[in-house]
Each structure stands twice: as structure tokens, then as C-alpha cells.
């Protein structure tokens, strides 16, 4: 894959440390010849992010929060003012009150249904309204990041069901109105992975573990392969595909029923 994204130059948003499938995709990008920005929220975040940013070659780093307008205006207004173009983003940004990721999905409170609403689905819109007037004029990409449980009920997954439905959906919209542009709109739907959102999902050792067990390929996603994913839709080689969601999770989407060894 080396410089399949040659001369190309994105944004990345959500990278909480080096296990993070934001940064198994920026890294993969770095690889492939991209140069990367990087967003990030709150001085925490920040001090994470700096050495791995700088192992990218990238000293372009912004704090945004994506529930403020202001926030995410300036923002864009920095990336602008340092690229006047750019030809991706990948928006790796979600959230949900972990006390509601248990018990039942009845049990949602209105407050906490719509900041994760705002936080993991509205905030692609968002940021795709910014992001697309400095496309080039070859188009560009916007890439998300979703889960089985838009479709497929997840134990202690709950509201993040809805919401990450909800992303998916937004997915094929903005795929939409923006393909006139030349712009791919797509989303990657990884397995459950080893990283610090997934810890907040209660049991999500039993579930990497079951996943690992029974998935056509016997395996969990990796980085690597999110990552690689990642490449091909922002390459040139990505240039037809638009409004879809790419299952990268070992197969597993496909099965009814777990392997004989595991009922």
C-alpha cells in the first residue's frame, strides 16, 4: 500500500492513545504517503496525542470540542489557514454515560440519549458541513466508525445501538448530497476491539472473546486491517465506493448461530 495516499493531505479526529482504531488508521495513512492533522479534546488527550503525532512527521494538532459550534469552527478555520485543501477526514468520535451501558436499554435516560446522539452521530454532519468546501476539486473522503450493534442487539451496547444507526444512516445521506462533489462518504464497521472506548462496554472481554471464537476467520479485527480498510476508501482505488458500511470484523456479520464448538 506504500503511496497510495501520495500527495494527499487529512484530517484525523478521535485518537486517544496508540490503541485506538483512530490511530491504527493514521498510522496506516502516514504509511501510505498521507501528511495528517489531528484534532483532540482536552489537555489530557492532547499530551497522549503529541509524541504520536510527531511520530507521523505532524506538528498540526488542535484541541475541539464537537458539541460547541465556536469549537469546531475554529477549528476548520486553523486547518484552512495551514492547508488550503485537504482530501480526507476520518471522524473516530463517540460517546455514551458508561453507567447506561448496563441494564437495560429501556432504561435510557432523554439526557443522556441525546448527548450521545449529538457526540456520536450529529458530529459527522457536522463536521462533513466544514470538511467538504475544502475538498479539491477532485473530490474527496469522509470516513466514520461504526459497530454490528446498529443492527444486531449487543448485550450492554444499548443507546450506542441506536446512535451508531443513527451514524450510518447520516452515512448514506451525506454520500448523497455530497457524490455531485465528488466526495465518498463511508463508514467502517470494525469487531469489538481492545481500546479504551471499548472497555467502557460492560463484558467486552466476553464479547472480543466470543467473537474471536466463532468468527469465519477465528480472529478479531486488528489495526492493521482497520487501518488498511481506511487506505483503499481514501485512495484512488476507493474512487466508486460511497454510502457504505465495510464490515471488517473477521466475518463474523454473517453467521446465525455461533460454530458447533461454541453452542
Not at 477549528?75 to 455514551?96: M, N
Not at 441525546?114 to 457526540?119: L, N
Request: aromatic letters at 8%.
Amino acid at each position: 500500500m506504500t503511496n497510495m495516499l501520495a500527495g494527499k493531505r487529512g484530517l484525523i479526529m478521535g485518537v486517544a492513545n496508540e490503541r485506538s482504531i483512530a490511530w491504527g488508521i493514521a498510522k496506516a495513512m502516514s504509511e501510505a504517503g498521507a501528511e495528517l492533522a489531528f484534532t483532540y479534546q482536552g489537555d489530557a488527550f492532547g499530551k497522549r496525542l503529541e509524541p504520536l503525532a510527531a511520530s507521523v512527521g505532524s506538528d498540526f494538532m488542535v484541541d475541539v470540542d464537537v458539541t460547541d459550534d465556536a469549537s469546531l469552527d475554529d477549528a476548520f478555520e486553523a486547518l484552512g489557514a495551514r492547508w488550503p485543501t485537504i482530501d480526507f477526514v476520518v471522524h473516530a468520535i463517540a460517546f455514551s454515560d458508561k453507567t447506561e451501558l448496563t441494564g437495560r436499554f429501556l432504561n435510557t435516560s432523554r439526557a443522556n440519549f441525546k448527548h450521545s446522539m449529538d457526540i456520536s452521530a450529529y458530529s459527522f454532519i457536522d463536521v462533513a458541513r466544514r470538511a467538504h468546501p475544502m475538498m479539491t476539486e477532485n473530490g474527496g473522503t469522509l470516513l466514520t466508525l461504526t459497530y454490528q450493534g446498529s443492527n444486531r442487539v449487543v448485550p450492554n451496547y444499548n443507546v450506542m445501538g441506536v446512535a451508531k444507526a443513527a451514524l450510518e444512516s447520516a452515512t448514506r445521506y451525506l454520500a448523497n448530497d455530497l457524490g455531485p462533489e465528488g466526495i465518498r462518504v463511508n463508514a467502517i464497521s470494525p469487531g469489538p476491539m481492545k481500546t479504551l472506548a471499548g472497555a467502557a462496554i460492560g463484558g467486552a472481554r466476553k464479547t472480543y472473546k466470543h467473537t474471536d471464537q466463532n468468527a469465519p476467520l477465528r480472529s478479531n479485527a486488528t489495526l492493521e486491517a482497520v487501518g488498511g480498510t481506511a487506505v483503499y476508501l481514501a485512495s484512488d482505488a476507493g474512487a466508486c465506493t460511497t454510502g457504505e458500511i465495510i464490515r471488517v470484523d473477521g466475518g463474523f456479520h454473517v453467521l446465525g448461530m455461533p460454530q458447533p464448538d461454541y453452542l
